[in-house]
């Protein structure tokens, strides 16, 4: 036996996972497509897949004014990274085997070219996504993840049927304005980040929090964080780093049980 007290590990020498950087456009593009499959995997298994609806954007590293997107009518639990699909600002496909869904496009190409800081753009018709954007509200600073979202996301207040118009995609890129989310009434939600991680998980926290505040509501009458507490939240929380750090499990589960899909 021995008195002595293990010694704490030098920082140094712990893992600590942070976005990688790249000089190679390819290696670049290879992992943003990576990304992108793991996400559109872990939305098949949280139920946001609705039919042929839902989508996730990815801007090329070298051609800023096209995207990578899964192609239409190819299941998310399915994909991997051959199946993917490159289509130009305009929704023409000029890579893949596949059409892409012109409707969801059209939202996600006049983000992207509003928001030149923005790398993915996500939109999916989750349930309570849906429920909240029923009744047309924006979430409420009631709990510490609702938080992130206090003050940074807005409410696109008017429905007019699928969004195929080029002015009314325009609209909601407006809307969104330097905000990470925005509730398209009647419709769902819709989050962006600097990478496919961020943008996955503020969609993935926001549909929960949806959740929450639909229960909490049904439950009784939420209590309120202060708005100076809020604030001071969301600037603890509501980094696209800190999304980026949060998702991590969630992409390494899914690419270590779900090797094929790199292919």
């Known amino acids: 036996m021995t008195d002595t007290a293990p010694q704490p590990v030098p920082p140094d020498r712990l893992h600590f996972a942070l976005p990688p950087t790249f000089e190679d456009p390819a290696e670049e593009r290879r992992h943003r497509k990576e990304r992108l499959v793991v996400a559109l995997r872990a ?7 609705d039919g042929v609806s839902g989508h996730i954007t990815v801007r090329d590293p070298e051609l800023p004014d096209h995207f990578w997107v899964n192609p239409f009518g190819v299941p998310f639990r399915h994909l991997t990274v051959g199946e993917l699909i490159l289509a130009n600002q305009h929704g023409a496909v000029v890579e893949g085997r596949h059409h892409v869904n012109q409707a969801a496009f059209t939202i996600h190409a006049h983000v992207h070219t509003a928001r030149p800081d923005v790398t993915a753009v996500v939109h999916s018709h989750s349930t309570y996504g849906r429920a909240l954007a029923a009744l047309g509200e924006r979430l409420e600073p009631i709990t510490q993840d609702a938080c992130a979202f206090y003050e940074d996301h807005a409410l696109f207040d008017a429905y007019t049927g699928v969004v195929v118009d080029e002015a009314q995609a325009r609209r909601i890129a407006v809307v969104l304005g330097a905000y990470k989310a925005v509730v398209l009434r009647n419709h769902g939600l819709l989050t962006v980040g600097e990478t496919v991680d961020a943008a996955a998980w503020w969609f993935m926290t926001m549909e929960k929090s949806c959740q929450v505040q639909l229960s909490a509501k049904a439950a009784g009458k939420p209590v309120w964080i202060t708005h100076e507490d ?28 779900n090797s094929e899909l790199f292919d």
Do not use: K, M
């Open 43 to 49: 939305f098949a298994e949280l139920g946001f897949e």
């Open 230 to 257: 809020a604030l001071a939240t969301r600037e603890q929380l509501g980094h696209d780093l800190v999304a980026w750090i949060n998702y991590q499990p969630t992409y390494e589960r899914i690419a270590r049980d």
